[in-house]
T-cell receptor
Framework: ETGVTQTPRHLVMGMTNKKSLKCEQHLGHNAMYWYKQSAKKPLELMFVYNFKEQTENNSVPSRFSPECPNSSHLFLHLHTLQPEDSALYLC???????????????FGPGTRLTVT | KNQVEQSPQSLIILEGKNCTLQCNYTVSPFSNLRWYKQDTGRGPVSLTIMTFSENTKSNGRYTATLDADTKQSSLHITASQLSDSASYICVVSSDKLIFGTGTRLQVFP
């Protein structure tokens, strides 16, 4: 688990706040992912980056804005969120490829986000 | 529609007992099937990855089976331990990853 770190681990924010989630991978991978995990729902892929370029955006609302400055770091900027955005946000990394590639994804511990 | 269904939704067993979790999928084309373990408040950790040609794969006390004809997989846990308490997620890889909702396993002493 220490291969992929996420900060903060917990975040409570109001609907008018702006905050950012950070993910860092120490595995030498070149693909990074953001997922949303809501209670009793399957993981939902949000964004995929390969070699710092965004290769997938699964119709995510614009109040979520990803940033990938290099292959080791991934951010998720949040603004004007809604209570239904409260969830566990997971970051993952893998060797480069599409989401369905055979390369194994390594997940971080997640950020538990609560929007009040 | 590509779907992955897991059963049961939740399961309670006593320490030392065996259990089997089920995964049925309707995903095409099929690339591989993965089982993840997710502890509460943690990210998922991979247990096994199985390709079309693999029928069974073990990782310690965890044994996964795959029947590509019937599109079914199972995860068998032998001699359960308290640390096995977690959610177990089945994921099928096609042109994208299709996630199941998971089985919540609780192991009591």
């Amino acid at each position: 688990e220490t291969g992929v770190t996420q900060t903060p681990r917990h975040l409570v924010m109001g609907m008018t706040n702006k905050k950012s989630l950070k993910c860092e991978q120490h595995l030498g991978h070149n693909a990074m992912y953001w997922y949303k995990q809501s209670a009793k729902k399957p993981l939902e892929l949000m964004f995929v980056y390969n070699f710092k370029e965004q290769t997938e955006n699964n119709s995510v609302p614009s109040r979520f804005s990803p940033e990938c400055p290099n292959s080791s770091h991934l951010f998720l900027h949040l603004h004007t969120l809604q209570p239904e955005d409260s969830a566990l946000y997971l970051c993952a990394s893998s060797q480069a490829g599409t989401e369905g590639s055979p390369y194994e994804q390594y997940f971080g511990p997640g950020t538990r986000l609560t929007v009040t | 529609k590509n779907q992955v269904e897991q059963s049961p939704q939740s399961l309670i067993i006593l320490e030392g007992k065996n259990c089997t979790l089920q995964c049925n999928y309707t995903v095409s084309p099929f690339s591989n099937l993965r089982w993840y373990k997710q502890d509460t408040g943690r990210g998922p950790v991979s247990l096994t990855i199985m390709t079309f040609s693999e029928n069974t794969k073990s990782n310690g006390r965890y044994t996964a089976t795959l029947d590509a004809d019937t599109k079914q997989s199972s995860l068998h846990i032998t001699a359960s331990q308290l640390s096995d308490s977690a959610s177990y997620i089945c994921v099928v890889s096609s042109d994208k990853l299709i996630f199941g909702t998971g089985t919540r396993l609780q192991v009591f002493p």
